[in-house]
């Protein structure tokens, strides 16, 4: 069911509305009379509740605001302190031997950058911060946080990488017969004198890995680690194993996927095609003693039941082979007796050891099928509803040795799609449950063959499997189609965005592509909280450039096609992540990047122009607009659009430089952007029509949002592409997944939230509602539903319900939404009458919910603690505004600052407030 409306906003007050006592501190200043009105809450480091085993040794640390009654608006920080201990009990008694900020005078509450004693390898760290409001009181102590530091040099391994002998050839012909290399375990005996008081586990590999004590898993993550460019780096994930372990003998155990070490892009010299692992572990015993565990030689192997099923590459990449016959009771447990297994095999290639600092992949929401049937003899189908990406569990009997084969069918019509399929062998007790482990599967249908019995609904559940970052964002509407294409629009998402990248399908290619990245980022960060799992992927694209500068079009993937719209996101990245999170160290990690990739293109450039340059599957532009045919990298639209993306990279860079303080860079790199600009105009402007090239919408578009025509030509250009969405295509939209990117981004520039309904609102061919009517559940690749059902393509349409409609947007000013915007695009259209948004900033709930009642405008509004906002009421008699049944004037933390096209404008301080005002239909 709906909400009523506002109950979002009391939801979001609710939730912020907590008790506390005052504290006194002989740093804090003497007691107040009357409490603090805030405290701090919602811990962080580095995006992160209590990280384990992170490597940036000077961690910046975050809080939000937590009302606790009294002042209901005006909320803020005014000053803070920090204590950062390398115990509880030193932290309790409030002594920060590690940090004693002392009282910061400043309203700062987000990526504070500890500034205290250095930080050492496997170092614990628990934090506390304590605030004053607004009018001098302080808040008590927030509840203890923690963080752990990894292994900050790779001197501080001592450990060995190690794998096995069996090597993974890939022959030839297609499609290629399968892997046959097993998914190794490794195990490791060992004594210990008592139980430890603290017991620390560092596990990097390439291809996944889970890691076992005493015969149990540590840890409910799955396909760990993320996915990460092998040719270069591996990550290590910190596990804390204390509660597995055991005064005398224990058993470390390591399960090893095949899956990412047999990659092709990844290969190199030094390193088998075979998963491999390092790992150490630090166990600290009472009174002082440690001991060390460390993989090397000594280690066991032996082949699992698990076998990799295809051979990891473009439709290739397969699914699970389980053999219940292979089973081995007990593998990892103390007492097997591994006399028979053999010694590791130890390698040494050459990659980077750096932290897993990103949310873990886990089993995020179970699937369970709506229809069975049975399609012929011993050979049922199973429709989950949606299109899925993840986990398979299944429940199967038979006889001894039955082979049960699950296809997997993104398309009601096909047994199988992309080549995914996996197997379970029965067991010697004739039952067993198959489940995914080193693998994942995609679609919608499952095709289970060799089952002698029709399975019940219970015995089959699928798992989306993702990165698990948080939902920050919700929105929905008084107009149903619009609310579906929002949820297949996340729905699509989520199902993409498994191993801290963002695929452009995860069946076919599993590729990060940079190009269908722009299509997806703004809309995800809309929606969900992804400063860890951006900053991880920004570092992949730094890891993929080449010395020359250039980058490949995906990244940490290498493989696929593209031009600079791909490789550009290097720059689009890190300024996004700047604007939401207010982060600048991801602006100056990536600024060498970025200068190395602009200084690249300038060799592919000539007379103010970037020039064709690679084979068929570079230097392309716009990718799947509605009847795309082939590649189009020598097309005259191509290398108009291509020089736009220039132009606007080194907008986008000049803005960069200019924040980090680099004016003689950013002075370049406008005057060149100038130059461009003033060359792409003259070569492709066709003033008859007040149009570039083809006259495509989202040609015009990217134009208008670098500011291609001059000033006095932009109305004109407006209106032509106004024109060549409501004439030429009838309200359709006609772009595909970069040019359609800039097509959002310039009308939602531009206001022009009515365009871009009208292409929404189409359930005709080509657009969202079309697909949706035959049959979606997740946004398609292409237009007309061609190849892959799941896609990246045309996400960039989940950014307008949050910025358009709902009318929530940062300030580029100040990033980060310490101060930002509140503009909902309201039309008079019978289907949108109302609309309920929120979006969870770093600050807190920032909530929008407007409604049309009669000929009155309601807008409930909720500005976090410690921020302000600027507000845009779409009334043209200011005098009739109220708020709370107040007159503006008499409202608090309300200020009219001005009269603007239409629009009243206000100034908000942090507080809840409800708006009302005549509403001119017509006007709008």
Known sequence: MRRDLFTTLALAVCALCLTASCQTNALSGPSRAHPASVEAVGLSCEYLQDPVGIDVRNPRLSWRLSTTGGETRGQRQSAYRVLVARTKHLLDSNQGDLWDSGIIESGKSVHIVYKGKPLKSGMECHWKVKVRDQKGSWSPWSKRARWTMGLLDRSD????????????????????????????????????????????????????????????????????????????????????????????????????????SIFPHYKTVDRPQTPIAIAQATIELPGGASVRISTDETWKTHPSPNTLLGVWDFMHFGGELYDANKEVPGWCKVGFDDSGWRAATVFSPKVELSAEMVEPNRLIKEVRPVAIEEVSANVYRADMGVNLNGWLEMDLSGKPGDTIEMK????????????????????????????????????????????????????????????????????????????????????????????????????????????????????????????????????????????????????????????????????????????????????????????????????????????????????????????????????????????????????????????????????????????????????????DENSYVNDFQGYLAIALLIGLPPEQLRPAVWKRLEDEILIKRKGHVHAGITAGYFLMEALLAGGRSDL????????????????????????????????????????????????????????????????????????????????????????????????????????????????????????????????????????KGVELTRQENGRAVLRLQPGSYVFESDFDAAAR
């Open 157 to 260: 391994f001592s450990a060995k990488w190690i794998g096995t002998n069996r090597v993974f050839v890939k022959q030839q012909g297609w499609p290629p017969p399968d892997n046959t290399v097993p998914d190794p375990w490794f195990r490791k005996v060992f004594l210990l004198s008592e139980k430890p008081q603290r017991a620390t586990v560092y596990v990097a590999s390439i291809g996944y890995h889970e890691l076992y004590v005493n015969g149990k898993k540590v840890g409910d993550a799955v396909l760990s680690p993320s996915v990460a460019n092998h040719r270069k780096r591996a990550r290590y994930v910190t596990y804390e194993i204390t509660d597995y372990l055991q005064q005398g003998k224990n058993v470390i155990g390591l399960w090893l996927g095949v899956s990412w």
């Open 408 to 687: 997997f069918s993104e398309r009601p019509d096909q047994e199988m799609t992309h080549r995914l399929h996996s197997k379970y062998v029965i067991g010697p007790t004739g039952t067993g449950t198959f489940h995914n482990r080193f693998n994942y599967f995609t679609g919608r249908w499952i095709q289970i063959e060799g089952l002698s019995y029709k399975p019940r609904p219970e015995q089959i559940r699928g798992h989306l499997v993702r990165t698990d970052y948080r939902r920050v964002g919700h929105f929905e509407c008084s107009d149903e189609q619009l609310n579906d294409i929002y949820d297949a629009t996340l729905w699509t998402f989520e199902n993409l965005s498994l191993g801290a990248y963002v695929v452009d399908c995860p069946h076919r290619e599993r590729m990060g592509y940079g190009g269908d990245a722009h299509a997806t980022t703004e809309t995800a960060l809309n929606n969900y909280s992804l400063g860890a799992f951006y900053t991880k992927w920004s570092q992949d694209w730094r890891d993929a450039q080449s010395p020359d500068g250039n980058l490949p079009y995906t990244a940490p993937t290498y493989w696929g096609g593209g031009g600079p719209a791909w490789s550009g996101y290097c720059i689009t990245l890190p300024w996004q992540i700047y604007l939401r999170y207010g982060d600048v160290r991801i602006l100056r990690e990536n600024f060498s990047t970025m200068q190395r990739w602009l200084s690249f293109l300038e060799t592919k450039s000539s007379n103010n122009m970037l020039v064709r340059w690679g084979g068929e599957w570079d230097f392309l532009g716009d990718w799947l607009w509605p009847g795309a045919k082939g590649v189009n990298g020598d097309t005259r639209e191509t290398l108009f659009f291509n020089n736009c993306y220039w132009i606007y990279n080194l907008q986008t860079a000049a803005q960069i430089a200019e924040i980090l303080g680099e004016r003689t860079v950013a002075a370049a790199h406008r005057s060149r952007a100038e130059q461009i600009r003033r060359t792409v105009h003259k070569e492709f402007f066709k003033p």
């Open 756 to 891: 871009i309904f009208e292409m929404a609102s189409k359930d005709t061919y080509p657009g969202w509602a079309d697909m949706l009517k035959r049959g979606a559940t997740t946004i398609w690749e292409a237009w007309d539903g061609r190849n892959s059902l799941l896609h990246s393509s045309y996400l960039w349409i989940g950014t307008w319900y949050m910025e358009g409609l709902a009318g929530i947007n940062g300030d580029p000013e100040h990033p980060g939404f310490k101060h930002f915007v509140i503009k909902p695009e309201v039309l008079n259209k019978p289907s949108l009458r109302w609309v309920k948004a929120s979006y969870e900033s770093q600050y807190g709930p920032i909530v929008s919910e407007w409604k049309i009642a009669d000929d009155k405008f309601q807008h409930a509004v909720a500005v976090p603690p410690n921020t302000s906002a600027t507000l845009y009421l779409p009334v043209e008699n200011k005098t009739s505004i109220r708020e709370s049944g107040l007159r503006i004037s008499e409202a």
